[in-house]
């Protein structure tokens, strides 16, 4: 198949040809060049890197109603907040179906990863990787373990089970939770993380010490606050339709001009449906409304690029041939890509490619 069109990926954006065998890129060039004269099958579209949902809570998809009125404190704040007793009233069997089906939700939408905070400790790890067994989706769980002063047993259990830590913010955590937590993430080679500036702004120097791998929101954040984020070189997650529940937009304009990483994410499965396409959407949208712009490319990488550079696989964020992660094609016009695809992806205009073989079966390229 031959895919006609263009190409965004880390590289930027260019007009394009990309032709797949079995599933794998197995050529990329100028439009015109392909030298094929019509013998295979030919399609208009956008060739991109495979999206990433970079920060999720899906255990909250167990969730079947309309959560009760009321500020973030009431709905996620733990221990008592609304989500954490609705996680403790159902059973493991339908949060393992509910989380289930919100990844077959983002394969079926092309995402190829997802960046998860898992609550519940060591078992709610285990139950998260139970829920993406035999799922083509990658699954980054960042556990959060229970007690309070940690303990190094359960710690140890969370970091086994998981891929790191993922934290409430630094008003819910000392500083001794913080600095205990992330001593045993880099002891593991494994992540830290932890929400700020959510709901209210938090200084900086209190929640980069110690320095996180991730901060998510930032939705109370200064001007100078980007700047020492920035500074410190934390890729920051943005989840624009959870801010906007609550009353609040994280400056995305600033963080273009400022040229901080960011990455984006549909955050509680109970608010809204994890769906990356619609999240881009929501923040092309919603930064107008504010009057302060963002560019769609910006959003476009967030999705698409920051995430793999993040997660180590910079390889994964270019589309040629040889690349680890299968690449997205959508049957989109391509003269203005950024633009198309922040705004207009839908599920029926993603092309479904075959999976391609495993590695040394034999397969050419």
């Known amino acids: 198949m031959l895919v006609e069109g263009a190409i965004l990926d880390a590289d930027g954006i260019r007009s394009a040809y990309v032709r797949f065998r079995g599933g794998r890129i197995v050529a990329t060039g100028s439009l015109g060049t392909d030298g094929l004269r019509g013998r295979e099958r030919r399609l208009r ?26 500020p973030v404190s009431q709905l996620v704040m733990p221990p008592r907040g609304y989500k954490f007793r609705l ?3 159902s059973t ?20 190829a990863a997802v960046v998860d905070f898992r609550e519940e400790g060591r078992p709610g790890a285990e139950l998260f990787r139970a829920a993406a067994r035999g799922l083509a989706i990658r699954t980054v769980v960042l556990g959060r373990p229970l007690t309070r002063p940690i303990e190094a047993s359960e710690l140890e259990g969370v970091l086994a089970a998981g891929d790191g830590i993922g934290l409430s913010s630094s008003r819910d955590e000392t500083s001794e939770t913080r600095r205990t937590v992330a001593r045993a993430c880099r002891r593991a080679g494994k992540r830290y993380a932890l929400h700020a500036s959510e709901a209210v702004r938090e200084p900086p120097e209190r929640f980069l010490d110690p320095r996180p791998d991730l901060v998510v929101h930032l939705a109370k954040a200064t001007r100078d606050d980007l700047v020492q984020v920035r500074d410190a070189r934390v890729p920051v997650v943005v989840c624009p339709r959870s801010n906007a529940l609550f009353g609040r937009q994280p400056h995305l304009a600033a963080m273009e ?16 449906a994890p769906s990356i396409w619609r999240e881009l959407e929501f923040a092309y949208v919603g930064t107008r409304l504010r009057h302060r712009p963002v560019s769609a490319g910006f959003l476009a990488r967030s999705a698409l690029v920051a995430p793999w550079e993040w997660l180590g696989r910079p390889d994964a964020a270019r589309v040629a041939a040889g690349t680890p992660v299968q690449p997205l094609v959508v049957r989109l016009p391509a003269a203005d890509p950024a633009y198309q695809l922040v705004t207009r992806v839908a599920e029926h205009l993603i092309v479904r490619l075959p999976p391609p073989p495993p590695e040394g079966d034999g397969a050419r390229p």
Do not use: C, Y
């Open 87 to 89: 996680l403790a009233e």
């Open 257 to 272: 001009r400022l040229g901080l990483s960011m990455l984006i994410g549909t955050d509680n499965a109970m608010f809204h």
């Open 92 to 111: 493991a069997s339908a949060k393992r179906r509910a989380i289930r089906a919100a990844l077959r939700r983002m394969e079926r939408e092309g995402v």
């Open 45 to 70: 579209g956008i060739v991109v890197p495979a999206p990433v949902n970079s920060h999720t809570h899906l255990g909250d998809a167990v969730s079947v109603q309309e959560p009760p009125p009321g």
